[in-house]
C-alpha cells in the first residue's frame, strides 16, 4: 500500500510539473529523479530519438559522462529491442545482450560493476517514436514484482514531457524569430522610408515628443495633412519604444472596405460568413505584445467605431461568428489628416472614441512651417533619387533652391520627394555627364507659393553670383521679404503669413541677412 502511495505522489508530481513553466533540464531531471525515487531501481535514463540517435536528456543514478554519450540502436541491441516494441521490456538476468549502461553506475568508480536487471519503455507522442525510458538495478530480481502498467504509466508521463518540453522550446525559436523579423522588417521600413530630417525648431521639437511618448504605452494620435510624414512618426515611435522587438501591424482604414473591416481588425470563425472557408485572426492577435497602427482612423465606419472602442478600453475582443473572448495587449498608435474634432461635431466620429485615442496627439508640421529644413531634405532626396537613377551625383542648381523655397508644398515632403525624383530624372536625360537640377526642370511655374508676393512686386531673380549657392539663396530671400514687406505696407505679421513663416522666424531670418531695420 505504501509502495502506491508514493508511485501516485510521484505521477502527481510529474503531471504537475508538466503544467508549469521550467527550463527542460530541470524539467527533464526531476521526471527521472521522480522515478528513481520510487521505483526498485539503481538507474533511470531519459533518452531522446534524434536522427536515429538516442541522446540522454537527463539520468538518475549513473555516471556524468553519459550526458556526453550517443547511443546508435545498430550498436545497442537492448535499446534497439525497446525501440521496437510499443511494450515494457525486460531483459533477463543472463541475457547475452550487452547492457549499454554496464559500468556507469554513480557509484562504480572502478567501472566494474555490471548491470543484472533491465528494462526499458518506448515513448511515443501521437503514435510517433520519440525516445526510450530505462530502469537498470544491481538486484537481479529487483523488478520482478514490478507490473508492466507501472512502467507504461511513468513511459507516458515521460513522452508527454519530452513533448511539452520540445512544444516550448519551439514556440521560443518561432518568438525568437518573428521578433527577428520584426526588427529587420522595422529597420528596413526606416530605411526605405528614411528618419525624420531637418534641424528646425519644429523638427527637433517633434522628435523631443516621439522620444517622450515612445517610452510609455499611451495611445498615440498623429494628425498632419497629407505627406508630412505620420506614417513614419509611427514607426519612429514603435522603433523607440520597449516594444520595438514586436510586431508593428499596420492597416490603413481608408482602403477598408466596411464589409470586412470587422474581420480584418478581429479576425473570425470558419463559416462565420460566405468566404470564410478557415479560421483567421486580425490585426488585433497579429498585433499582441506589439504596435497597432491604424492609418487614417478617421475613415473608419461609426458602425465598427464602438466595438474598436471595446478593444482599446478592456483589452478583448471577438472573432466574428466566434462567442470566445480573446485578450489582447497592444500599443496603439492611430494617424489622420482630418479634423476629428470637427467630426466628432459633425456626429461622423464617436466622441469616447476620440477622447481615447487622443490620450497624447502629435501634430506633424507642414513642410511650410519649416522652410529652413528644405536644403536638407533636398539633399536627402535627391541623394535617393541618384540611388533608384543609377546616377553617380545629382546637384541642385542654387536657384532652384530658392524656387523650392518659394513654393506652397500642399503636398508637403512626399511631395518634394516626387518631385525632386521627376526633375533629377529629366536632368539627367538632358545632360548624363553632370547632373544638375535646373528651376525648369522642377516644373514649378504658377506655383503658389510665390504667386501672392510675385503679383505684389514681382522680385527679380538674382544673377549668380560668383561666391557659390548661399550668397544667391540670401538675395533671392531678400527680395521675396522686401516683396512681402513692400505689398503688406511693412506689416512684419502679415508678411509672415503670406510668406508661410512664423512672424519671429521671418525676423531672425531677416536679421542674419541683414534686413531688420525694416520693421
Not at 507504461?152 to 523579423?181: D, G, K, P
Request: aromatic share 4%; charged share 25%; with cysteine.
Amino acid at each position: 500500500m505504501r509502495f502506491q502511495q508514493a508511485i501516485d505522489r510521484a505521477l502527481w508530481q510529474i503531471a504537475v510539473d508538466l503544467s508549469n513553466t521550467m527550463p527542460g533540464e530541470i524539467q527533464f531531471q526531476r521526471l527521472v529523479n521522480a522515478i528513481g525515487s520510487v521505483l526498485p531501481c539503481d538507474a533511470v535514463t531519459l533518452m531522446h530519438l534524434q536522427d536515429g540517435v538516442l541522446v540522454p536528456m537527463a539520468s538518475h543514478g549513473l555516471a556524468p559522462d553519459l550526458m556526453g554519450r550517443r547511443f546508435d540502436p545498430a550498436a545497442h541491441p537492448r535499446l534497439a529491442a525497446i525501440l521496437a516494441s510499443v511494450n515494457p521490456v525486460r531483459f533477463p538476468a543472463g541475457s547475452e545482450l550487452p547492457d549499454p549502461f554496464d559500468g556507469l553506475l554513480a557509484d562504480d568508480a572502478e567501472h566494474e560493476m555490471p548491470v543484472h536487471a533491465c528494462l526499458g519503455a518506448s515513448l511515443h507522442v501521437d503514435r510517433e517514436l520519440v525516445g526510450v525510458l530505462t530502469l537498470d538495478a544491481l538486484d537481479a530480481h529487483a523488478f520482478d514484482r514490478l507490473p508492466d502498467s507501472t512502467v507504461a504509466a511513468f513511459a507516458a508521463l515521460a513522452a508527454a514531457t519530452l513533448r511539452n518540453v520540445a512544444l516550448i522550446r519551439a514556440l521560443e525559436q518561432a518568438s525568437e524569430r518573428q521578433r527577428a523579423i520584426a526588427r529587420d522588417l522595422m529597420q528596413e521600413a526606416l530605411r526605405r522610408e528614411g528618419n525624420l530630417i531637418g534641424n528646425s525648431r519644429a523638427m527637433s521639437r517633434l522628435r523631443q515628443e516621439i522620444a517622450m511618448v515612445a517610452a510609455t504605452d499611451l495611445a498615440v494620435l498623429i494628425t498632419g495633412e497629407t505627406g508630412t510624414g505620420k506614417e513614419l512618426v509611427a514607426r519612429t515611435v514603435h522603433a523607440l519604444s520597449p516594444r520595438s522587438e514586436q510586431a508593428l501591424v499596420q492597416i490603413n482604414c481608408a482602403a477598408l472596405p466596411e464589409s470586412v473591416a470587422e474581420s480584418e481588425l478581429f479576425g473570425h470563425k470558419k463559416g462565420a460568413f460566405t468566404g470564410a472557408t478557415s479560421d483567421r485572426a486580425g490585426k488585433f492577435e497579429l498585433a499582441h505584445g506589439g504596435t497597432l497602427f491604424l492609418d487614417e482612423i478617421g475613415e473608419l465606419p461609426l458602425s465598427l467605431q464602438a466595438k474598436l472602442l471595446r478593444a482599446l478600453q478592456q483589452g478583448e475582443i471577438q472573432r466574428v461568428g466566434a462567442d470566445a473572448i480573446i485578450r489582447v495587449d497592444v500599443r496603439l498608435i492611430a494617424a489622420t489628416n482630418r479634423d476629428l474634432l470637427h467630426e466628432v461635431e459633425a456626429g461622423r466620429f464617436r466622441s469616447d472614441l476620440y477622447h481615447r485615442l487622443h490620450v497624447y496627439p502629435i501634430a506633424v508640421p507642414p513642410l511650410r512651417e519649416h522652410r529652413e529644413d528644405l536644403a536638407v531634405l533636398a539633399g536627402y532626396f535627391l541623394d535617393a533619387a541618384r540611388h533608384k537613377l543609377g546616377i553617380e551625383r545629382i546637384d541642385l542648381h542654387p536657384l532652384s533652391l530658392a524656387a523650392l523655397a518659394a513654393y506652397d508644398w500642399p503636398g508637403n515632403v512626399r511631395e518634394l520627394e516626387h518631385l525632386l525624383l521627376r526633375a533629377g530624372l529629366k536632368a539627367a536625360q538632358r545632360d548624363p555627364e553632370k547632373v544638375v537640377v535646373r528651376p525648369g526642370d522642377l516644373g514649378l511655374s504658377g506655383a503658389t507659393g510665390g504667386a501672392e508676393v510675385e503679383s505684389a512686386s514681382p522680385p527679380v531673380v538674382p544673377a549668380l553670383p560668383e561666391t557659390g549657392m548661399r550668397e544667391a539663396v540670401d538675395a533671392y530671400q531678400r527680395q521675396l521679404i522686401r516683396a512681402a514687406l513692400d505689398a503688406c505696407e511693412n506689416n512684419w505679421t502679415q508678411a509672415a503669413k503670406r510668406l508661410g513663416l512664423d512672424r519671429a522666424n521671418l525676423q531672425r531670418l531677416a536679421k542674419r541677412l541683414e534686413m531688420s531695420g525694416r520693421g
